[in-house]
């Protein structure tokens, strides 16, 4: 059964954001690295790059798969995890506490089109 | 299964076929897609693979074999037109599910054609413990598309040269290996290539779905992003080089270069060479730059001497080059 976490918000993509005031972390679920399987590159963008909710900022390549990565939110990129760089596998490990990019929100009211905890957890047993 | 086809068979270059894997997960409502292409000589790297580690770019722009990113992960691979390109895409985020389905197609069709294939665990197909197929997968929300090669036949040469290190040497030897560990279609089955793509298409495809010209207009459009220099060069991760050379003369020089998406952040130089100028400024000066010849060349002064004791630009090229 995969980790959910209470008090984030997840995609139908299986990313979830965490919200920090205007700020926004954003990695893939433990559903999601779970499925990808043993990660081997994250791809991801620069900071000050500009993301937008519903599009693809990066990607995650695995033993199996790349797969892309789809911003929950819009915003601008203000930090990146640098420790995937070397450490890829950190988001096996922890997707949680691993977040690929950190962004400032730019619009709040997107996150409203998220699912919480518990919703996300019926989308994952129904998957 | 629906066969996707094209309104007329001319050979495209490989960027049209992965915009059109892209083109029919985003745009088609049908769930389950297949189609076979074939390309010139061409090598397809990984998406995230460094380009300098994988593809000898001189051996490739010498042959005429054509330089290609892929969406897809894994590993580099060189194709030609005796190679056969499966591509599968449908409506699934199951990864695992999707990976076996595809390996399953490919085992059907070559027991058709009257080979036992056996998958092995990194999803290769093999023949005889050789390697004749392997396969590579992109995974979009709600879309996975799957694509492997299918060996028919292949110009050894080729394969070897264009993603190992140009040593004639190497090369040779390279032949000998890679032949030991890879099996080629044509020696197991008595079909022509034509013959085993009409096969594998029957077995796998009811149906056709002939796309429009305007289809193929929207493919070409997704198809740009294949062919810009910043989707075939600019994936390459942040790494550093550490160049070390013995210089006659000047010393024992050690370049380390800091990289990103081709393009040079900084490097330091390090060594026992005598220090006659301003290095800070000459090395700033490589800030930026594509790390290759023409660039480096001109924008380094003629005359390093009056730097570094006795360096001239030839070597501190190769340095920086190696």
């Known amino acids: 059964m995969a980790k959910v976490i209470e008090g984030l918000y997840y995609s139908e993509s299986h990313e979830y954001l965490r919200v ?26 620069d900071v000050d790059d500009e993301v937008t909710a519903g599009e693809d900022f990066g990607a995650v390549e695995s033993v199996k798969a790349a797969s892309d990565l789809i911003s929950p939110v819009s915003g601008v990129v203000v930090e990146v995890n640098e420790a995937l760089e070397d450490a890829p596998e950190l988001v096996n490990q922890d997707a949680y506490e691993n977040w690929i990019i950190k962004v400032s929100i730019s619009d709040p009211a997107e996150i409203d089109n998220l699912m919480d905890a518990e919703a996300y957890t019926a989308f994952c047993e129904k998957a | 299964m629906v066969y996707i086809s094209l309104p007329d068979d001319k050979t495209r270059r490989l960027s049209f076929y992965l915009a059109m894997e892209e083109y029919v997960a985003r745009k088609l409502d049908e769930s389950d897609c297949f189609f076979l292409w074939q390309v010139e ?5 990984g998406r995230n693979q460094l380009i300098e580690n994988e593809v000898n770019v001189e051996f490739c722009r010498r042959r005429g074999i054509q330089m290609y990113r892929r969406k897809s992960g894994g590993g580099c691979v060189y194709a030609d037109m005796s190679n056969i390109m499966f ?14 389905k595809f390996i399953n197609l490919l085992l059907l069709v070559l027991r058709k054609a009257g080979v036992e294939a056996t998958a092995s665990q990194r999803n290769d197909v093999l023949i005889d413990d050789k390697k004749v197929s392997g396969s590579a997968f992109y995974h979009i929300p709600g879309r996975c ?22 040593d004639a040497k190497l090369l040779s030897k ?22 085993f793509k009409q096969l594998a298409r029957d077995t796998i495809c009811r149906n056709t779905l002939m796309l429009t010209a305007d289809d193929v207009a929207a493919i070409e459009e997704l198809e740009t992003e294949y062919l810009s220099d910043s989707f075939i060069y600019g994936n390459n991760p942040k790494y550093s080089l550490v160049n070390k050379r013995r210089i006659e003369g000047v010393g024992e020089l050690e370049a380390r270069i800091e990289i990103k998406n081709d393009i040079i952040r900084e490097v330091n130089l390090l060594g026992d060479f005598f220090l006659v100028g301003d290095l800070d400024a000459l090395l700033k000066k490589l800030k930026g730059c594509r790390r290759n010849r023409e660039y480096l060349s001109a924008v380094l002064p003629d005359d390093l001497s009056t730097v570094i004791l006795n360096l001239n630009k030839e070597d501190f090229l190769e340095l920086l080059l190696a």
């Open chain 2, 174 to 195: 390279g032949v000998k290996s890679v032949r030991q560990r890879i099996a080629l279609l044509k020696d197991y089955i008595d079909l022509d290539i034509d013959t």
């Open chain 2, 145 to 166: 598309i799957v694509h492997g090669t299918m060996l028919y036949d292949t110009d050894m040469t080729n394969m070897v040269g264009a993603i190992t290190p140009d």
């Open chain 2, 41 to 45: 000589p061409t090598v397809i790297f």
């Open chain 1, 20 to 45: 920090e005031g205007e700020y926004g972390y954003i990695g893939i679920t433990d559903f999601a690295q779970n499925a990808l399987g043993n990660v081997v590159y994250v791809d991801m963008p």
């Open chain 2, 87 to 100: 591509s599968y895409i449908t409506a699934a985020d199951n990864i695992g599910f999707t990976f076996y």
